[in-house]
């Protein structure tokens, strides 16, 4: 039978051809996309990993110790990590991506590093890092081919004074951070993608089983079992699987590089991380085969119920509305967690994955019915026999109606979870506006207390072009009760950053001039210290604060005097805003991936529902025909078909991303305590794009119902 099935998919005639060749091209561009989705997760992975060895874990062991301290500085928003190694001995151990240990006066820098210090000006950059430049740090140690890393060598005594300085004996055995997080988003990410891949290869396979009812049924007419039935279509399905799954490898390979360089996470991969694992190969390679044949022969179940088993159609009994508690649950127990949120993040993902699982398959669950009472509310409002047709033809039988399109309510909704919650973040977390005076400060928090500042580099800071003013900001007698954190003289304030109490000498104000998540105002009154100014002279500076017009330039200057001027005490001198615009930037990498997933799904559910209608115009060309031989206009079959196709689809949609955004709302407002902030104009473009899209493809099926719907098809013979 397995000869037999191979001929008949392979020597079948043109139908059967062009059968196997459509099949094989859909399985290729859904197999292609699920290759595409495990690689792009062992990429990330890979950036994990190689991110995770920048920050080694203290280690003892038989080796000398490397003494090694990881910190980040800024140059024009962009994040460069600079690592501060001293070895100890000959046996020390290498960091990751270089040959050597650098020692004192040598580093080695990224190749995306080495052409920034290039291209400007070395007393904005270049001067934090003197020394020998010793080579290139190699890909080993880089997250992406974008990353700003330099590995400096100093002297033992030196970089054990650095901040979270630690001793290492062994370097890359970090495992990568953070692993539960980035796993679950995403597990939830590709699940988005995977669930429409999947629903468009079983579409297609269904497809080929649909037109091929008939032929099976005279198959048990004369004699043939339905364990022979099911191996034919098992096999014919499998062929075309198998074709197109190689086809699916072979343009995964072609599109790799291209595909790696797209920055999906916030930044591009290495081609290499873009890699599938024995198991990924074995999965899609077997798996999609199997699941084709699979596929077939669930779809000829009513072939095995009788040699005219397909002519019997029996209503299925309509979905009922206990189908929507999962979801239910789901939304009950995120409102829940806000009000009862647990203290510890594994308390809160117990609380939240389930609730959000929840609604994930609540909705999947709930789809049919709610596909069943769309069609029975357009049937109530219909006032043309187009849509009363599509009406009864979607309240017949709703889970066939769904089944194309439950892909895409899945993938709108996760979708619209992290779009909603990244915006809302973005908004609340981004950097300072621009022009604003928090955008020109410049702020370096010692990380051990400086006695005094020496009165040169005030001058040496003021003489830059677009410096304001620079303050040293001296620790609060009461930093541990309550106060602001530093004390400054009332005539060293800045008038940009608010002003002094009646009275007052000295005063209580932030390490950075201006309250956390607070814009600088002149407006601000700054309560009087109780400290004398001869008390406040005596007192460690913690913070050093210089005022600039916001220039790149002077903002660059501003932080290469004061690395260079402290160069063990300093924490990352930055702008307020360096590390909430990285960490936006970070945030819109997984919003553009969204945006990927969005694309791609809308792709695939138009595809699924094309290959959808054509096995529903095969199934039922003979009614279509004879309505046509009563006098229907091919228009109005048209329009029967567009409606039952799209009517559901849009609705579908609006559910989803409803749904989703309130899943966001509810999660921010029990996590963060924020309320959702709509998504910009940009998502809803893309949702309505792709739906544009996808009804064009649903259209572009339409032109087959005349020629297979003429008056021989409603011949009985």
Request: charged share 15%; hydrophobic share 50%; net charge positive.
């Amino acid at each position: 039978m397995i000869r037999f099935g191979l001929r008949l998919a392979v020597a079948g005639g043109r139908e059967a051809l062009t059968r196997l060749i459509v099949i094989a091209a859909a399985v290729a561009v859904g197999s292609g996309l699920l290759l595409t989705t495990l690689a792009g997760v062992n990429a990330v992975n890979s950036q994990l990993t190689r991110y995770a060895s920048m920050y080694p874990n203290a280690s003892t062991g038989d080796a000398d110790p490397l003494w090694w301290s990881t910190r980040q500085d800024y140059f024009h928003g962009e994040q460069i990590i600079r690592i501060d190694v001293a070895a100890t001995g000959s046996t020390a151990p290498t960091p990751v991506g270089i040959p050597t240990t650098p020692g004192p006066g040598e580093y080695y820098a990224s190749p995306a590093f080495r052409e920034l210090l290039a291209d400007h000006p070395a007393d904005q950059l270049g001067d934090r890092y003197p020394g020998r430049d010793l080579g290139t740090v190699g890909p080993a140690a880089l997250t992406s081919p974008d990353t700003l890393l330099v590995i400096a060598g100093g002297a033992p005594d030196q970089v054990a004074k650095l901040p979270a300085a630690k001793q290492v004996t062994s370097v890359g055995d970090t495992p990568a951070l953070p692993e539960t997080t980035v796993n679950l988003i995403l597990g939830v990410v590709a699940g988005g993608l995977l669930f429409p891949v999947l629903i468009f290869i079983g579409t297609a396979t269904r497809l080929s089983a649909a037109r091929r009812e008939q032929r099976f049924a005279a198959m048990r007419l004369v004699g043939a079992t339905p364990r022979q039935i099911s191996m034919v279509a098992a096999v014919e399905a499998a062929a075309a699987a198998v074709a197109g799954t190689a086809v699916g490898f072979g343009l995964f390979y072609a599109f790799r590089d291209p595909l790696a360089a797209i920055p999906f996470t916030g930044m591009p991969f290495f081609p290499s991380d873009m890699s599938l694992g024995v198991l990924d190969v074995l999965l899609v390679a077997l798996g999609v085969p199997a699941g084709a044949a699979l596929a077939a022969q669930v779809s000829l179940r009513r072939v095995r119920i009788s040699p005219l088993g397909v002519t019997r159609r029996v209503t299925p009994r309509a979905p009922r509305a206990y189908r929507l508690i999962p979801a239910l649950l789901g939304v009950a127990v995120l409102f829940f967690a806000i009000g009862f949120k647990p203290e510890t993040s594994d308390g809160q993902a117990a609380v939240f994955l389930p609730g959000l699982l929840l609604i994930m398959a609540g909705l999947v669950f709930a789809g049919p019915w709610l596909t069943m009472v769309g069609a029975r509310v357009m049937a109530r409002y219909a006032n043309r026999p187009a849509t009363l047709i599509a009406a009864r033809r979607l309240a017949d039988n709703p889970k066939a109606g769904f089944r194309a399109i439950s892909g895409i309510m899945l993938a709108l909704f996760v979708t619209s979870v992290a779009v909603g919650v990244i915006t809302t973040i973005v908004v609340n977390r981004g950097p300072a506006p621009t022009g604003s005076t928090d955008a020109g400060t410049v702020t370096t928090v010692f990380d051990e207390k400086v006695p005094s500042v020496p009165d040169t580099l005030f001058a040496e800071l003021r003489a830059i072009t677009g410096v304001r003013s620079a303050t040293a900001i001296r620790e609060a007698p009461d930093i541990n009760s309550g106060g602001e954190g530093g004390v400054i003289a009332c005539a060293d304030l800045p008038n940009a950053y608010g002003r002094c109490a009646q009275g007052a000498t000295v005063i209580e104000v932030p390490m950075g001039l201006s309250r956390w998540r607070e814009s600088a105002s002149s407006a601000t009154e700054w309560r009087a210290a109780s400290i004398t100014l001869d008390e406040l002279q005596r007192l460690p500076v913690v913070s050093m604060v210089v005022g600039t017009d916001g220039s790149a330039a002077a903002v660059e200057r501003t932080r290469t005097v004061l690395e260079v001027a402290f160069p063990t005490f300093w924490v990352g001198p930055n702008v307020p805003g360096d590390f909430e615009s990285d960490f936006a930037n970070t945030l819109r990498g997984w919003e553009q991936l969204a945006n990927v997933v969005i694309i791609a799904s809308l792709a695939l559910g138009g595809c699924s529902l094309a290959v959808s209608v054509i096995g529903g115009l095969t199934e039922r060309r003979r009614p279509f025909s004879l309505l046509r031989l009563s006098g229907a206009p091919v228009r109005v079959l048209r329009r029967v078909v567009a409606l039952e196709s799209a009517v559901p689809m849009l609705a579908v949609a609006a559910v989803a991303i409803g749904m989703g955004l309130l899943a966001a709302h509810l999660f921010l407002r029990a996590q963060m305590g924020y309320t959702l902030v709509a998504p910009q104009l940009g998502f809803y473009v893309i949702v309505v794009v792709g739906l544009a899209a996808c009804l064009g493809v649903i259209a572009s099926t339409l032109p087959l119902l005349e020629r297979i719907t003429g008056p021989e098809t409603a011949r009985s013979e």
